[in-house]
């Protein structure tokens, strides 16, 4: 961080003057839907880049002068060609043109009257994240449920998520760090009975060598999650889900290694797979009495084109999570959970089948709701090279 930014940052043309203006161009248009004039938008293009580069990005690389330049250099004017198409395009009757219009300016989908929220598809609806908090039916129990890291709870709940998590190596591994986090928005359907949601992810490693050669430091773009769930039955106290993940092959660079250092960390090794497709069916399900609930959720991933793993193009993993928690009747709403993760890789080759984790830990609040946990390996290829983990998040309910 206190180094001067570098030009040659080693990533490539397409990733400095395309990825960088594109992300630019969705900060001006997230301004601008805020109700801020051009330039002021601009300016907070530049401001939000820099923070970006000395922040999250500055942590475990040398900040990049190309990326402070592109992203609001090429970013704002993109911004503005997007902004005047868009809404040329949402003023016509024609409704493939609209379509299109809120394609272009996604923040159409977002962004209301000032108002943050999301744009239901499903409803029609724009459902702020403002506001007092309102209950549908079944939606206590869904927020009672909602405060795992690892597993999908069955009840469909509007949220959005923001989440870090922070992997302590070993001492073969340089004592270093892999770093995940990712944004989550899940929308559910008017009746609350289904719902879907899309998930972002960067992956990074940080001050890592192998064999004593260290790795270059920095994140790389994962690949995206994709899903949905539908409430099979539910009665007063029980609910069970079923519901469908696919990962979708995003993570598109890799030019020094980094993703294929991160597939070492077995346990996310499908979110960091370059070119794999991984399809994720999944039943999940709850029973509460009171403050005391208990969640497990069973879920196999295929995974298509996987050969950068072990030179198979075919990987077969089932997992199977179990989570206890309680809820305290007092200020904060705090829950404490604990949460125990396995995963078996059955077609595995060259690592050992099953891993074994378990999560402590507590949240707080309801509409917003911040989390924090810890994991420590039990047993298989991770406990190898990881010590603990800590995770942070942060979600709003809606």
Same mark, same amino acid.
């Given at each position: 961080?206190?180094?001067?930014?570098?030009?040659?940052?080693?990533?490539?043309?397409?990733?400095?003057?395309?990825?960088?203006?594109?992300?630019?161009?969705?900060?001006?248009?997230?301004?601008?839907?805020?109700?801020?004039?051009?330039?002021?938008?601009?300016?907070?293009?530049?401001?939000?880049?820099?923070?970006?580069?000395?922040?999250?990005?500055?942590?475990?690389?040398?900040?990049?002068?190309?990326?402070?330049?592109?992203?609001?250099?090429?970013?704002?004017?993109?911004?503005?060609?997007?902004?005047?198409?868009?809404?040329?395009?949402?003023?016509?009757?024609?409704?493939?043109?609209?379509?299109?219009?809120?394609?272009?300016?996604?923040?159409?989908?977002?962004?209301?009257?000032?108002?943050?929220?999301?744009?239901?598809?499903?409803?029609?609806?724009?459902?702020?994240?403002?506001?007092?908090?309102?209950?549908?039916?079944?939606?206590?129990?869904?927020?009672?449920?909602?405060?795992?890291? /690892?597993?999908?709870?069955?009840?469909?709940?509007?949220?959005?998520?923001?989440?870090?998590?922070?992997?302590?190596?070993?001492?073969?591994?340089?004592?270093?760090?892999?770093? /995940?986090?990712?944004?989550?928005?899940?929308?559910?359907?008017?009746?609350?009975?289904?719902?879907?949601?899309?998930?972002?992810?960067?992956?990074?490693?940080?001050?890592?060598?192998?064999?004593?050669?260290?790795?270059?430091?920095?994140?790389?773009?994962?690949?995206?999650?994709?899903?949905?769930?539908?409430?099979?039955?539910?009665?007063?106290?029980?609910?069970?889900?079923?519901?469908?993940?696919?990962?979708?092959?995003?993570?598109?660079?890799?030019?020094?290694?980094?993703?294929?250092?991160?597939?070492?960390f077995r346990r996310n090794f499908p979110?960091?797979?370059?070119?794999?497709?991984?399809?994720?069916?999944?039943?999940?399900?709850?029973?509460?009495?009171?403050?005391?609930?208990?969640?497990?959720?069973?879920?196999?991933d295929f995974v298509l084109n996987a050969?950068?793993?072990?030179?198979?193009?075919?990987?077969?993993?089932?997992n199977y999570s179990a989570v206890t928690?309680?809820?305290?009747?007092?200020?904060?709403?705090?829950?404490?959970?604990?949460? /125990?993760?396995?995963?078996?890789?059955?077609?595995?080759?060259?690592?050992?089948?099953?891993?074994?984790?378990?999560?402590?830990?507590?949240?707080?609040?309801?509409?917003?709701?911040?989390?924090?946990?810890?994991?420590?390996?039990?047993?298989?290829?991770?406990?190898?090279?990881?010590?603990?983990?800590?995770?942070?998040?942060?979600?709003?309910?809606?």
């Amino acid at each position: 961080i206190s180094q001067w930014p570098v030009w040659d940052d080693g990533d490539s043309f397409f990733t400095n003057w395309v990825t960088h203006p594109i992300v630019g161009s969705q900060d001006y248009l997230f301004y601008r839907a805020m109700g801020h004039s051009r330039w002021v938008s601009a300016l907070g293009v530049v401001v939000q880049s820099t923070l970006f580069e000395y922040t999250v990005e500055g942590l475990v690389e040398t900040p990049s002068l190309v990326d402070l330049i592109s992203t609001p250099g090429v970013g704002v004017p993109m911004g503005i060609l997007l902004e005047e198409s868009s809404n040329w395009l949402v003023s016509t009757d024609f409704v493939p043109a609209k379509i299109l219009g809120h394609i272009l300016n996604p923040m159409r989908n977002f962004v209301h009257d000032r108002q943050i929220g999301v744009y239901n598809p499903f409803s029609k609806q724009f459902m702020s994240v403002s506001g007092p908090l309102e209950f549908a039916p079944g939606k206590p129990e869904a927020i009672d449920l909602a405060y795992p890291f /690892f597993f999908e709870q069955p009840f469909p709940l509007g949220r959005f998520r923001a989440d870090l998590e922070v992997v302590n190596l070993k001492k073969n591994m340089g004592n270093g760090e892999f770093i /995940f986090y990712s944004l989550r928005i899940d929308v559910p359907s008017k009746s609350r009975l289904w719902g879907v949601y899309v998930q972002i992810a960067q992956s990074g490693i940080n001050s890592l060598s192998i064999d004593g050669v260290g790795q270059r430091d920095g994140f790389e773009f994962a690949n995206v999650l994709v899903g949905g769930k539908h409430i099979l039955f539910k009665t007063h106290s029980s609910i069970v889900s079923a519901g469908l993940g696919l990962m979708l092959p995003t993570s598109y660079k890799d030019n020094v290694g980094r993703l294929q250092t991160l597939t070492l960390f077995r346990r996310n090794f499908p979110i960091n797979l370059q070119k794999a497709w991984t399809v994720s069916p999944y039943l999940t399900a709850a029973a509460w009495s009171g403050p005391f609930n208990i969640q497990a959720m069973v879920q196999n991933d295929f995974v298509l084109n996987a050969s950068q793993l072990e030179g198979n193009s075919f990987e077969y993993r089932i997992n199977y999570s179990a989570v206890t928690g309680v809820n305290i009747p007092v200020i904060a709403s705090p829950v404490l959970f604990a949460e /125990f993760n396995g995963y078996s890789a059955l077609t595995a080759d060259t690592f050992k089948k099953t891993d074994l984790f378990v999560t402590t830990g507590v949240r707080l609040g309801r509409k917003y709701s911040p989390g924090f946990a810890m994991q420590f390996p039990l047993t298989g290829p991770d406990k190898s090279i990881d010590k603990y983990s800590y995770m942070f998040d942060f979600q709003v309910r809606f």
